[in-house]
């Protein structure tokens, strides 16, 4: 390690070389004790020493990919080059008079091998034996693996040869690597003895497969490490914990003069037989004259070493009360173990084993998915059954969603890339369904508990106690997460009570099978892991609770949905709605039981009527009309009160989505029903939204009628407020027919209504359309003014949406008067507002406004990069373009591919076309650019 300092420049990536690479890997050995020792020689000494090694690399045809530190990384494109640098880098160091006392003492390590070549770096197994070479090597010393050897042996300089260090197992635990050291005068030639595993004092296992990835898992258990004498890796079955054990432990050799030991207590079931056990991986007897304990304690009593304690959940008891005797009586011992849940011995602590990282399930480029440590594993593992198999174009969604669907737990990825022997990874992908009958190949020389995903989830279940078996089962009916309180009242009851959820819940999370979640609003969340929620909705159908969980789960989320619906304005809407975006997953359940689960349609009425608005707000449009037309299919002619509101709710998205027949064919089922109920309230409703689909399909007329008989019926029954929204579809008939002077003559009598009794939001609403009114008969002042109070009302109720509305109609106003400064800052306003509440109709509007402002100011490239991304996006959720914009988005955009000709017009919308929604808000935003 050494002081920070700035890396070198990384060449272009099509400077290095390809193929076949042979790579020089040096550091200087103590140079942290030299920074602590004698800081101001070192800085000086360390630039000296990176301007000999960059000038002498690059002199020799080599290329410098990365510095660490004072570590440097090179490629070469033959072996003999690499090979003649490194000579002559040791020879020039030798001779270089140091400021620092004693000189640097630099290490370097030759190996040759293919590795994948990504963003100027490489990566890959060649690369990571050569950094488990080097820290086994000394200073001055310049070593190679076989590889290198067999290509350069036959034209070795005359007074160079390579000595034979013998087999030695490195510190990734691989089988042994055969090592060479190159003599050459002027150089030192006897140094001690390699620090690898054959050297060091320890018994761990040869490991038949490599290690993947975990690079900054193994940093921060090695941080943890130095803070305490206990540490323990917890993680459900197969979620790596022994691997990264394993492998932290041959990483620390040197730390422990007295060795690291593994002891392995998988296949012990005798409790009582846990000190034997460590006792016996340390080589020691009982005899009859003292207590195994005893003579463990003298043996480690004035040892250093690190004792790794696998699997000790079976044996949870007898594992803590021997690791609190350790590291009472021996204090020079440090433990490392592994268990499901924490020992809970005083000063332990616990380090969580993450999943592996995980690509986009959608991403589909082989350059993106291959960094996912995930997915390096699968290709790793898949090579094993299949030679040559490897990511491409075709397969590369597969695999990102393999190892997503898995969750990225190293043993079920593991046995899913076994199954590419005979199957296509895509057909993984399909049956991973039924996950726990495809992975079941596991080798015959692996532990029972880790043969099939099915056995390592056994293993895990058979710990639990009865509470914790049934609470852990009826939890599986939670999709994506729930809170405690939800926990709480849906999984209650039998030998489960209320008030003991928490400390179940607490005791699933110790033994790593429930994760918790903070979310940013600092409230807590729980949820599965898929694959422990597959296991666990087994186990609730073998106990026949199935029925009787999910119908509690429906009815808790029925009641969810109608408390958020009740909150759908003022200041408590985004909240609610966020509330609902975090459980619709759930809500997506409960809707399915409602579906699948037969008896009482009035359930889905309720839970699907209740969502409408939220499905609206939010862009799921067409999986909205999915669920109400489902309802109201299913339940065909049912006269309830709920169905008007399913009718309605999908005669507005219909609306929406500009099926303008198939939302007057509900209205009128609606009206017809509501009539027939004797439900006047309804059949106002009804009549407004017939009367706007008549003014959409330009059915004016018609549009008169309703409003007229909407505004009659209002006055019948004393509804102020129907009467308010009928006299809002007459104006919209006149706006429609072109009639704004009497549009407006009418909205403004309705705003004098509205600020009668002080409904501010309804105010908001009726003054935005006169605004719109105004707008058209080009008398933007009083547009402007009228939007203005609209958006300090929708601020002042804490409406996003509202405000986000305001801002954009003030924008469109601005750009009609072409002050095109205004209206970009109006648009980007309402953009950042509709993105953050994730009013998708919305964005598209705002987005469409910044490349309209971008066109008129003559930013091609800006205006065809966001033209491109809104149009993607308009067609993702099926909507029509907005009335400003309409007649004249086809002009706009052939004037921007005129401006930037054909090939560079089409470069931009194709790669506009691939913008994410958070890209390109926030490059519509100015926040980033995109070349």
Known sequence: MSEPHEHLAKPPAAELPTGTVTFLFTDI???????????????????????????????????????????FHAAFPAASDALAAALDAQ???????????????????????????????????????????????????ILLFRTTYELVQDALPDDVTLRDLGQHRLKDLARSEQIYQLIAPGLLAEFPSLRSLDTLPNNLPVQLTSFIGRERDISEVKKLLATTRLLTLTGAGGAGKTRLALQVAADLLDEFADGVWLVEFAALTDPALVPQTVAASLGLRENSERPIITILTDFLQFKRVLLVLDNCEHILAESTRLADHLLRACRHVQI??????????????????????????????????????????????????????????????????????????????????????????????????????????????????????????????????????????????????WTLEAAEAICASGDVEAGQVLDLLARLVDRSLVLVQETPEGSTRYRLLETVRQYARGRLHEFGEEEWTRTRHRDWYLLLAERAERHMHGAGQRAWLDLLEIEHDNLRLALEWCKTAGGDAEYWFRLAGALWKFWEVRGYWSEGRMWLDGAIAQSAGLPTPSRVKVLNGAAYLASFQGDYARAVALSEESLDLSQRLGDKRGTLSCLNILGLEACRLEKYDRAAELGKESLA???????????????IVLAFVYRAQRNYERAATLLEEIVLQVRQVGDKWRLSVVLNNLGLVKRELGDYARAKEVLEETLALTQELGDKWGVAFAQSNLGIVAWYQKDYARAADRFAKSLRLRAEVGEKRGVVTSLLGLAAVAAAQGDADRAAMIFSTAEALREAI???????????????????????????????????????????????LGEVSIS
Do not use: C
């Open 29 to 71: 050995e103590g140079s942290t004790r030299l920074w602590e020792e004698h800081a101001e020689a070192m800085r000086a000494a360390l630039g000296r020493h990176d301007d000999l090694l960059h000038a002498i690399i690059t002199g020799h045809r080599g290329h410098v990919f990365k510095t660490v530190g004072d570590a």
């Open 91 to 141: 020879r020039t160091l030798a001779a270089e008079r140091w400021t620092v006392p004693g000189g640097l003492r630099v290490r370097m390590v030759l190996h040759t091998g293919a590795a994948e070549q990504r963003n100027g770096d490489y990566f890959g197994p060649t690369l990571n034996r050569a950094a488990r070479l080097l820290a086994a090597g000394h200073g001055g010393q």
């Open 336 to 481: 490392l173990a592994t268990s499901q849940t924490s020992l809970e011995v005083p000063g332990e602590v616990t380090y969580a084993v993450p999943p592996l990282s995980l690509p986009d399930p959608l991403q589909a480029s082989p350059d993106q998915v291959t960094q996912y440590e995930a997915v390096r594993l699968f290709v790793e593992r898949a090579i094993l059954g299949k030679p040559g198999f490897v990511v491409t174009t075709d397969n590369a969604a597969a695999v990102a969603q393999v190892v997503h669907r898995l969750d990225g737990i190293p043993l079920a990825i593991e046995l899913a890339a076994s199954r590419a022997r005979v199957m296509s990874v895509q057909q993984i992908s399909e049956r991973l369904d039924d996950r726990f009958r495809l992975l079941t190949s596991g080798g015959r020389t692996v532990a029972h508990r880790h043969q099939t995903l099915k056995a390592a989830m056994d293993w895990s279940y058979d710990l639990l106690t009865e509470p914790e078996r049934t609470l852990l089962r009826r939890l599986s009916v939670f999709a994506g997460g």
């Open 713 to 727: 019926l209002s006055q019948e029954v004393g509804d102020w407020w129907g009467t308010v929204d009928s006299r």
């Open 878 to 924: 099926g909507v029509p373009l907005p009335p400003f914009i309409r007649s004249s988005f086809e002009q706009h955009v052939a004037d921007t591919r005129a401006v930037l000709g054909e090939s560079r017009f089409g470069e931009i919308w194709a790669k506009g076309r691939t913008l994410t929604l958070e890209a390109a808000t926030a490059y519509a």
